[in-house]
């Protein structure tokens, strides 16, 4: 049997992590664990995970971070359009994906 799941947070969306280690906006979204096999637990593997583009103190950085650790950001829930419009490439339906990938 699949496990089916629907991502609680959406490209663009802007995300702090539970131990507010960091806060970033989401870019891409993996329906469940995609990376190396040693890394997450076994309880985490079948979630959806986030690359997160994080914003640091002197600059951004990406992170792979487990739906369970990420909530909401309660000041900004998302990027402003014109920031949107830089990161991710839009279609006529709406759908986003990040420049560096395709929409599927």
């Known amino acids: 049997m699949i496990n089916s799941h629907t991502a ?5 969306q802007i995300v702090r992590h539970r ?5 970033g906006v989401v870019v891409d979204v993996d329906a469940t664990y995609a990376g190396p096999a040693d890394e997450p637990s076994a309880a985490q ?8 583009y994080a914003i640091g103190e002197d600059s951004g950085f990406v992170v792979y971070a487990a739906e369970a650790m990420l909530e909401a950001d309660a000041e900004l829930s998302r990027l402003p359009r014109a920031d949107e419009v830089k990161m991710f490439r839009i279609d006529t339906r709406g759908r986003m994906a990040p420049r560096a990938h395709q929409i599927h």
């Open 19 to 23: 131990d507010n280690a960091f806060r």
């Open 8 to 12: 609680k947070f959406g490209l663009g």
């Open 45 to 52: 593997v079948d979630e959806p995970f986030y690359q997160i």
